[in-house]
């Protein structure tokens, strides 16, 4: 008995001169696979199907490249498979999706068999006078279209003959509130734009600047969409630089009554650029000026829509001050085109998007008479507060970067307003809707 260890293992131990074979050789192998290789020329075969494979994949290189679906910020599909992408790879590739004109990677081809699709944008503010025709050509360029929209100063008919198309979506939202959408693109649009309506309420408007951020968070930064901010000439105030180049920090009045918009889309200006470089978010500003055309708002306090409605009413034509004032009038399909070239582009701006023809309000008025009616009278009343005395935009810049520039001048962009305005005012007044004049109120 003891707690003695017994060694067993010793029974198994080879004894010193038992059978060992011969070490293993490391490169043995590797001199037989050579000795293979150098035997019946095939190290020859393998140059020749090595040389054949590069000019395959040479000649051919977008054959398999990856094709970004455009509709989908979540997946990028590959013809025989589908794989998943983080947003943040999706970025990279971002503008392989943009397939409108000015695509922004011409070199991007889409796979044999595969058609291209539309993008899914948003328009906010889609039922206003220039999101509206912004809409038309979006819908008819074969992209999917979502309009949100409060209807402050737009109305459902301006965008009723899209109703029934499966490619178009009306929201009645109101913007200041957060708002998730799966989407491409977002031009935003969304803003009371007249002195009428902006003053009505001016800290809501001041105050819907600064919530942007909901905007651009829910839309544009959470799926890594496009967003294009509608921001204004008025940024420049009344300037001290002319023509106002997009270099020129303008000179505003922050604490006026039209400061609530000058200094909002300052302010909104500012909050895109944060976003863009602090957070990656892809943004377009384009600084726009005077526009007119039809399903403008009727007396809106724009002096274009005034003039026109004064005009075919048969009433005088109301001139601010001595109506020397300038301003630049541009037809509202320059704009849109404008609009679309820098969402498309690769160029972040700001762009001043406007028509460099220059006129007095006075010579505006000449131009009214001529087109309506060459009997309406003019009416002089006292200058409305912080009225710029002169804008006309330097378009270089939208020139050289997006190869834009106006094509429709005043003379011929008037009379294409004058039908949609008769039919409006007179049909307003035969309904005794005033839906159009809410500003006059
Ligand atoms: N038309 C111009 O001459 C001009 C010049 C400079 C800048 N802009 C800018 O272009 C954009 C469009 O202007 P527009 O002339 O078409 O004006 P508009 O008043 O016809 O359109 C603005 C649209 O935004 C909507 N809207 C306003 N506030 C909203 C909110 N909080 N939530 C949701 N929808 C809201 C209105 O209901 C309307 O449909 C505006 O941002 C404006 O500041 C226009």
């Not at 044999?112 to 906010?124: A, N, P, Q, S």
Request: aromatic share 10%.
């Amino acid at each position: 008995m003891g707690s003695e260890l017994i060694y067993r293992g010793s029974e198994t131990q080879p004894s010193s001169d038992s059978y060992s074979p011969k070490p293993v050789k490391p490169w043995a192998s590797v001199t037989r696979t050579i000795h293979y290789l150098l035997r019946e020329q095939r190290l020859l075969f393998v140059f020749v199907g090595i040389a054949i494979a590069t000019l395959i994949f040479t000649v051919f290189p977008t054959s398999r490249a990856p094709y970004v679906a455009p509709h989908s910020r979540f997946t990028t599909l590959i013809p025989d498979s589908i794989t998943y992408f983080p947003i943040e790879t999706q970025q990279k590739f971002s503008s392989a999706h943009r397939l409108g004109f000015g695509s922004a990677n011409p070199t991007s081809k889409i796979p044999l068999g595969l058609k291209r699709k539309g993008l899914r944008i948003v328009v906010t503010g889609g039922a206003g006078f220039v999101g509206s025709h912004l809409v038309d050509r979006l819908i008819a360029r074969g992209d999917s279209v979502i309009v949100v929209d409060n209807f402050f100063t737009g109305r459902k008919q301006n965008v009723m003959h899209h109703f029934g198309n499966p490619n178009f979506e009306l929201i009645r939202h109101d913007v200041v509130e957060p708002l998730l959408l799966e989407v491409d693109q977002i031009y935003h649009l969304a803003c009371p734009a007249s002195p009428v309506h902006y003053k009505f309420n001016p800290v809501k408007t001041i105050i819907s600047f600064i919530l942007l951020q909901n905007l651009i968070t829910g839309l544009a930064k959470r799926v890594g969409a496009r967003f294009l901010l509608t921001s204004t000439s008025e940024v420049y105030g009344d300037p001290l630089q002319h023509p106002q180049k997009e270099t020129y920090w303008g000179n505003v009045n922050p604490i006026g009554v039209r400061s609530c918009y000058d200094e909002g889309k300052r302010t909104a200006e500012t909050l895109t650029m944060d976003y863009h470089r602090g957070a990656g978010v892809e943004v377009r500003i384009a600084r726009i000026f005077n526009t007119y055309g039809p399903r403008m708002c009727i007396d809106d306090g724009r002096v274009v829509s005034n003039f026109v409605a004064q005009a075919i009413r048969k009433e005088p034509l109301t001139v601010y001050g001595d109506g020397k004032q300038t301003r630049s009038f541009q037809y509202v399909s320059d704009l849109v085109e404008g609009l679309m070239r820098l969402m498309e582009g690769e160029h972040t701006g700001p762009f001043n998007l406007g028509n460099p023809g220059e006129f007095t309000m006075l010579e505006l008025a000449e131009v009214v008479q001529e087109t309506i009616d060459p009997n309406a009278k003019i009416e002089f009343r006292p200058n409305t507060e912080d009225d710029p005395h002169k804008r006309k935009p330097d378009i270089s810049r939208a020139k050289e970067l997006l190869g834009w520039e106006p094509k429709v001048s005043l003379r011929k962009g008037l009379p294409l307003m004058v039908s949609d305005f008769r039919q409006r005012i007179f049909g307003d007044h035969k309904e005794g809707s005033n839906t159009n004049n809410a500003s006059s109120s």
